[in-house]
């Protein structure tokens, strides 16, 4: 599943049978998130901030919480 926003492809992966609303939503605050604390959400903005892009993952991620 993906969700394509600003130009960027956010793309999951799914080993379990989950609900597609579930992940897509999922998707879609993630990327709202990154733009929430990178300012403007690029390709070049993630990559400048690749250590707090991937701490606000763990976060999300890990209590299940998007």
Known sequence: MY??????YFVCATKF???PALAVET????A???KDYCGILSEESLRM??????????????????
């Open 3 to 8: 969700v394509r926003t600003h130009g960027l």
């Open 17 to 19: 049978n989950v609900s």
């Open 27 to 30: 998707l879609s605050r993630l």
């Open 32 to 34: 709202r998130i990154f």
């Open 49 to 66: 901030n690749f250590s707090l892009v991937y701490e606000l993952m763990d976060e999300v991620l890990v209590y299940l919480h998007p």
